[in-house]
């Protein structure tokens, strides 16, 4: 079994900061691209930032500038550093990651989610 646990999401004031983590644990053999999708109200999950195995990062167009995505392999986390918030940043941040439990068996997998609040 594989488990995505996030934490770091909360309630900000606008152009505040906000750090995400990303643990993966379980049997795993090795992990490819990780990243980070948000789903506001309303609204479907869209991409914020991804990061392959070998360090090449891609962010979506609204967060370029003010959002950092960085990975540490020995530790299997993702961590989204979020600054200058803006209220429409708000959401349910989920982490995913790309995930071979053996050489035959690879996909995707999601945390559960936390809450990312920006007041105005």
């Known amino acids: 079994q594989v488990q995505l646990v996030e934490s770091g999401g909360g309630l900000v004031q606008a152009g505040g900061s906000l750090r995400l983590s990303c643990a993966a644990s379980?049997?795993?053999?090795?992990?490819?691209?990780m990243g980070w999708y948000r789903q506001a109200p309303g609204k479907q999950r869209e991409l914020v930032a991804t990061?392959?195995?070998?360090?090449?990062?891609n962010y979506a167009d609204s967060v370029k500038g003010r959002f950092t995505i960085s990975r540490d392999n020995a530790k299997n986390t993702v961590i989204l550093q979020m600054n200058s918030l803006k209220p429409e940043d708000t959401g349910v941040y989920y982490c995913?990651?790309?995930?071979?439990?053996?050489?035959?068996?690879?996909?995707?997998?999601w945390g559960q989610g936390t809450q990312v609040t920006v007041s105005s």
């Open positions: 995913n990651a790309d995930i071979r439990t053996n050489l035959l068996v690879r996909r995707d997998y």
């Open positions: 379980g049997s795993i053999f090795s992990i490819n691209a």
């Open positions: 990061i392959t195995g070998g360090s090449i990062t």
